[in-house]
């Protein structure tokens, strides 16, 4: 008798069999598709708030925020360096772009130093995996002829060479000056429009023409805006009138408003053709800036913008779609870098960086793609102005300005206004250690590279306390010089300092005290005599009081110095005979003169000369 239920042999073989179909079927359709386009945007000096999904509440941007909706937004994405040619060296080459001579750039003026052609790039390594690469926009790094895009991996070119350009004249200087810097390829063109819509523009052609070519692309847009100089799409007269293109008296925050708006519309442009070309569910989009934002933009809620190593000069929005891979609507606490991307998209791609020259960067894919989970890592930085170093080890950021040195928690703390290096003084240490150790891997500083940062005479915000003098005195008697000229050093002039001086100024000889009080007396210490903190004579904490008991105790040494040189005869009460200084205390300050020479000396009447001689006297004044 025959079963119709199939043999245990049967169902072993089917079962070992499907997954084996299902597996080779994968594979098949796994080779047959076609590698993602790219098309990475990159806005220029654009602040981590700038977006209005990132935050900004005086604009919106349709646009790019659409992007973060249909793929993810980066809560901790940082830019390799606080200024654009630093940065981009990072972008095309995967790595610390304190690798290369050009990396030191902060950035690139004027100097024949750039990328060197033949050096492995993101659109080099994709040229090579098929793909057709297409720069429109800015490059700023190198000059023509030594250095360009086309020598970097690009087949095509179209845009400008330098740091900033006029959004109409297309020139880096003022409008009548001879600096026109629009190209196309190696051919410098001319082309009226604003530049926001002309790049758009040729990305829109750019799209067409690879998809009618059926080629996989890589296209970097990257856009001036919203690089000064300061112009909306209606600013063409203004910007006929311009000598300057990053004068400190142009700009306003609507201005800038119009400027991101701009841009947001031209992204909404490219973004449809993609739509129009049956080519968006294939394509990975990246919008990101940079560096961190300057003047105008929104950093919120960090300090610090462009050129500073400020959470602000650094952390600048990132975004990715790629649909069908990448989770819409969702966000990333991950750690990322510029040099992040091209490990990301070579991967993505199906290639890998050069064996040779390896990524200093990670490979994001997971995070987009799977959902991974944040990976703890150590991010480096240096900036030559100021004297900067920061480095961010989880969530901890060890930041030199100057000699000024801090430990942040910049999680807990994005303001960075808690320093915890003395709280934490073994995280602290260790970070300067890594700094140090890194630093060893990396080309010395440069004193011939560009750098610059803001100064106070730029922005506001940016001065430098200095010590505020007391109000002037009043006397003018012969003590009045020495106590000016403390007051100029910021010796003198708080009430813990005058709390201390009187009584010792009470015990001084007669002509050290007629000194002082010729000076000071009548408008100061009589009027602080009469105040109610004299009255109350609140107790002073030991440090304080001690170093107001110091400060005085030198104020009155100085003056003693200053009388033994005064003729007592003209004083202004002849009727006085003023005995010469006789106490003890004066007397033993006189005899020690030799050696508190540092001390007085300053202070004392110009052409003294040394002080061994006891009857020698200031120019103008008899011996005594």
């Not at 400020?310 to 870098?337: C, F, N, Y």
């Not at 050093?489 to 000889?509: H, N, Y």
């Not at 007397?587 to 003294?608: D, E, N, Y």
Request: glycine share 8%; net charge positive.
């Amino acid at each position: 008798m025959h079963s119709s239920e199939p043999t245990r042999r049967q169902v072993l073989a089917t079962t070992v069999a499907a997954p084996l179909a299902i597996l080779a079927a994968s594979k098949t359709a796994s080779a047959a598709a076609p590698p993602p386009n790219i098309l990475f945007i990159l806005a220029d000096d654009f602040g981590y708030a700038d977006l209005s999904c990132y935050g900004r509440p005086d604009y919106t941007t349709p646009n790019i925020d659409k992007l973060a909706t249909e793929g993810v937004k980066f809560m901790q994405a940082y830019a390799n360096s606080a200024v654009c040619t630093a940065s981009r060296v990072a972008l095309i080459t995967g790595r610390y772009q304190y690798r290369l001579p050009v990396g030191l750039e902060e950035p690139l003026a004027g100097r024949n130093v750039g990328v060197p052609p033949g050096h492995p790039t993101l659109p080099s390594l994709l040229k090579k995996a098929g793909y057709g690469t297409a720069l429109i926009g800015k490059w700023h790094l190198g000059p023509f002829p030594d250095y360009g895009p086309l020598k970097s991996g690009y087949d095509r070119f179209w845009g400008f060479r330098g740091g900033d350009l006029d959004y109409f004249t297309h020139k880096s200087g003022g409008a009548q000056s001879n600096t026109d810097d629009l190209w196309d390829g190696d051919v410098k063109i001319h082309q009226n429009g604003y530049l926001t819509d002309l790049l758009a523009e040729q990305a829109i052609k750019s799209i067409n023409g690879y998809v009618k070519e059926r080629k996989p692309f890589f296209i970097s847009l990257h856009f001036n805006a919203p690089h000064w100089p300061w112009e909306g799409p209606n600013d063409e007269a203004l910007a006929r009138t311009l000598t300057n293109l990053g004068a400190f008296d142009a700009g306003t925050i609507k201005t800038y408003a119009r400027m991101v708006g701009e841009m947001d519309l031209q992204v909404g442009r490219v973004l449809k053709a993609l739509d129009a070309a049956g080519a968006a569910r294939n394509t990975i989009v990246v919008f990101t800036s940079d560096n961190g934002g300057e003047r105008f933009s929104d950093t919120w809620p960090f300090t610090g913008k462009k050129t500073e190593l400020l959470e602000g000069g650094l952390r600048i929005p990132a975004i990715a779609r790629w649909p069908g891979h990448i989770k819409p609507r969702s966000t990333t606490q991950q750690v990322a870098m510029t040099m992040d991307w091209l490990p990301t998209l070579t991967a993505a791609a199906g290639t890998q960086p050069d064996p040779a020259y390896p990524s200093d960067g990670m490979n994001l894919l997971p995070v987009l793609t799977e959902n991974a989970p944040p990976v703890t890592r150590r991010v480096y930085w240096r900036y030559r102005s100021n004297a900067q170093r920061a480095v961010r080890d989880g969530d901890m950021k060890y930041l030199k300005i100057n000699e000024n040195t801090f430990l942040f928690n910049v999680v807990e703390d994005p303001l960075e206004r808690a320093n915890l290096k003395d709280r934490q003084t073994g995280v602290y240490k260790k970070l300067v250690q890594d700094y140090d150790e890194w630093q060893a891997t990396m080309l010395p500083l440069d004193p011939a590279a560009g750098t610059y940062s803001f100064h106070s005479n730029q922005l506001a915000d940016h001065y430098s306390p200095q010590t505020v003098p007391p109000a002037p005195l009043q006397g003018r008697g012969p003590g009045a010089e020495p106590f000016r000229q403390l007051q100029l050093r910021g010796m003198i002039g708080s009430w813990p300092f005058w709390l201390e001086f009187i009584p010792l100024w009470k015990r001084c000889a007669p002509s050290a005290r007629w000194i002082a009080s010729s000076s000071l007396v009548a408008p100061e210490v009589n009027a602080f005599r009469r105040s109610s903190i004299w009255r109350a004579r609140p107790a002073l904490p030991s440090g304080s009081k001690n170093a107001a008991r110091s400060t005085a105790s030198q104020a009155l040494n100085r003056i003693r110095a200053w009388s033994r040189w005064v003729p007592l005869s003209r004083t202004p009460n002849s009727k006085t005979s003023l005995p010469p200084p006789t106490c003890l205390w004066c007397s033993t300050a006189w005899k020690t003169r030799t050696t508190s020479a540092p001390l007085f000396a300053p202070l004392m009447p110009p052409g003294l000369g040394p002080w061994s001689s006891r009857n020698a006297a200031p120019p103008g004044l008899p011996k005594p």
